[in-house]
């Protein structure tokens, strides 16, 4: 008879390790979820819509720390031109951009800053 209140305890006792242990992979997987899965899907849907923000004459920054301005899409390539060298003209893959500055954004910001160089002069 003691063997059957030994067993039933040791039962419970294992019913709650196992429900702590599948709390314990919940809050694992929720960890992993927070800190590896979202930013890499935040970051995939950014680098989505940089690529398809991409149109002739932005100004881009490559992967390798370049600036040059698109003068050719294709569906999943660009050429880029880099410097005022017109024969420095390099096709690359969508992806390999990491920044676009549109046209009217350098230009907003190149005469934002004379407007206030010539405010700090008065």
């Known amino acids: 008879m003691n063997f ?10 294992g019913g709650g390790s196992l429900s702590f242990f599948l709390i314990y ?8 979820y927070l800190m590896i899965i979202r930013p890499q899907n935040q970051e995939k849907k950014k680098r989505e819509a940089i690529n398809n923000s991409l149109e002739v004459g ?9 600036y040059g301005v698109i003068i050719d899409i294709t569906e ?3 050429i880029v031109e880099f410097g ?7 096709p690359m893959q969508k992806s390999s951009i990491v920044q ?4 009217m954004d350098a230009a907003a910001a190149a005469s ?3 407007e206030n160089e010539k405010k700090d002069k008065n």
């Open 4 to 13: 059957l209140v030994a067993s039933t305890d040791a039962a419970s006792a």
């Open 25 to 32: 992979i919940v809050i694992i997987g929720l960890f992993f």
């Open 58 to 66: 932005d100004s881009v920054l490559t992967t390798a720390g370049f």
């Open 76 to 78: 999943d390539t660009v």
């Open 84 to 90: 005022n060298n017109k024969n420095c003209r390099i």
């Open 100 to 103: 676009v500055e549109k046209p």
């Open 112 to 114: 934002a800053t004379t």
